[in-house]
């Protein structure tokens, strides 16, 4: 029969003869706690064996019949698990007998496959956790550029020329713009100069002022490798009317390939 430890819920397979006819006190093996099981209800104590009684011959004369003291009562001991008071640790093996460890063995495989399924799970949801996170903070900050683009240029105005490279003009009126954008470079004493031309147009309906320009050089990346400010060629510019505007860069990088000009309005 299999029986079951109550304190750690280790199993044994045990001969239930062992537990006839009431009960006995067990020892966990592996974790020391002592309970006492009784033997199964189907399980009965066999039945006493009564030795047969041999025939007395008759006696030739009938004599008095003789006067039998009575037996004295058998003495029956004490189950020492029947009282609550009695020592379950004088009758208690260090282990159970017949104790098969291939049933723990097998318990522990089936726990420790359970623990390894349940894993793969708990991971799985981290990283999809993980990657809901990402994807929400790449849709935020995508949402603050493109919502967020008129305060942005206010802040920093060379990302008016990024919004327009990726096709999205910022949400605002453009009343000044730097137009017809030359650029030369040519030998000097001292190295190379890059001479920068154009025009500023005044798109509004009113008299706009202008304030200074920034110029930019780019790589092929579109990085900024170097800038410089350009003053105002006109403090004022009446609806409609343009300016003409010229600056010079001294030793301009190498891998400055691309020119960008716009009106600084900080």
């Not at 039945?47 to 009938?62: D, F, I, M, S, W």
């Not at 009282?83 to 420790?112: G, K």
């Not at 359970?114 to 990657?131: E, L, N, Q, T």
């Not at 147009?201 to 579109?222: F, K, M």
Request: proline residues 11%.
């Amino acid at each position: 029969m299999i029986v079951s430890c109550p304190q750690c819920d280790t199993h044994f397979d045990l001969d239930p003869k062992v537990l006839m006819p009431n009960g006995r006190a067990l020892r966990c093996a592996k974790c020391k706690h002592t309970w006492t099981e009784r033997p199964p209800d189907d399980i009965h104590a066999p039945e006493p064996v009564v030795a047969p009684v041999a025939p007395v011959a008759p006696a030739a004369t009938v004599a008095p019949a003789a006067t039998v003291a009575p037996a004295p009562a058998a003495t029956k001991k004490p189950d020492p698990l029947a009282s609550p008071e009695s020592d379950l640790d004088s009758d208690v093996p260090d282990e159970i007998p017949d104790f098969d460890a291939e049933l723990e063995v097998r318990a522990a495989r089936r726990r420790d496959i359970r623990r390894k399924a349940a894993a793969p799970r708990k991971s799985g949801k981290k990283i999809v956790i993980a990657w809901g996170t990402l994807v929400a903070v790449v849709l935020i900050v995508l949402a603050g550029g493109f919502f967020g683009r008129t305060q942005i240029t206010e802040i920093w105005a060379p990302a008016a020329q990024i919004y327009e490279m990726v096709g999205l003009v910022p949400a605002r009126e453009i009343r000044l713009e730097v137009i017809n954008i030359r650029g030369a470079k040519r030998r000097t004493e001292d190295g190379i100069a890059l001479d920068v031309t154009g025009e500023i147009i005044n798109h509004s309906d009113a008299a706009t002022p202008v304030t200074e320009l920034r110029g930019l050089l780019l790589d092929v990346r579109e990085r900024v490798v170097y800038s410089w400010s350009i003053p105002a060629p006109v403090p004022m510019l009446e609806p409609g009317e343009t300016a003409t505007f010229s600056t010079t860069v001294e030793d301009p990088p190498d891998n400055g390939n691309q020119l960008r000009v716009f009106v600084f309005e900080g």
